[in-house]
């Protein structure tokens, strides 16, 4: 996969540099220290990938990826401010850096890009862990963690103890992203399997009540109860 590094600071060029060595699939082809520096870049080096710097002088990396050529290159944003992650992902990027960048947190990005590049069959691997922007910051959930998923109109409202936080996405749509032991008990919610404490008899027409470790109670809906039961298993 060929790579461009785009950053006016030569320093944080170098680092990125640095910190991508260890992956062979990944070749730097080239470096830019300006956003019309980048776009010339990506027009002759057609790189499959950019890491892109935000703030800059002249064109900001918001610019860059709105500007990019087709086929478009994967862009994973790299920038000290949180406050542009809803705008970068409106703008379609793969990931959102924060410097100082940690590894771990730039080998799940290298992943997803490689995850990309493969070919159109190979499935993607679900998503292990969440970016959610909310009030000018972005926080990383681990979907372990999650509890359960409340749907409002074309907003889910993920519950991880007392916490809540609202994402932009379809209820659907964010659990065909998720790993496995996510399971729909409502059109409007679904839980984490691994965060049930029991299901309870709700009414008289099969309705039922998911109680989980939190506390937390959820309503299932007999047209998916009798399979919530069935994958929670006997007992």
Excluded at 87 to 115: G, N, T
């Amino acid at each position: 996969m060929r790579v461009l590094i785009v950053d006016d600071e030569p320093l944080a060029r170098a680092k990125l540099r640095r910190m991508l060595a260890p992956w062979p699939a990944l070749e730097v082809v080239g470096e830019a220290g300006d956003g019309v520096q980048a776009l010339q870049l990506c027009a002759t080096l057609a790189p499959d990938a950019v890491f892109l710097d935000v703030q800059m002088p002249g064109c900001s990396g918001l610019d860059v990826a709105a500007s990019l050529p087709d086929p478009a290159p994967a862009v994973v944003f790299v920038t000290a401010f949180d406050r542009y992650a809803l705008q970068a992902f409106d703008a379609a990027a793969l990931d959102y850096l924060l410097k100082p960048v940690e590894p771990e947190r730039l080998a799940r990005a290298v992943q997803r890009l490689l995850e990309r590049d493969r070919p159109a069959a190979a499935p993607a691997l679900p998503a292990q862990q969440l970016l959610i922007a909310d009030r000018g910051r972005v926080h990383v959930v681990d979907c372990a963690q999650i509890d359960w998923l409340e749907a409002a109109d074309n907003y889910v409202a993920v519950h991880v103890g007392a916490r809540e936080w609202l994402m932009r996405r379809p209820l659907a749509a964010l659990l065909a992203d998720l790993p496995s032991h996510f399971a729909r008990v409502h059109r409007s919610a679904a839980v984490n399997l691994h965060r049930v404490a029991h299901v309870l008899p709700r009414g008289g027409k099969g309705d039922a009540l998911v109680v989980l470790r939190s506390g937390a109670e959820v309503p299932c809906s007999r047209a998916w109860r009798a399979a919530l039961v069935a994958r929670l298993g006997p007992g």
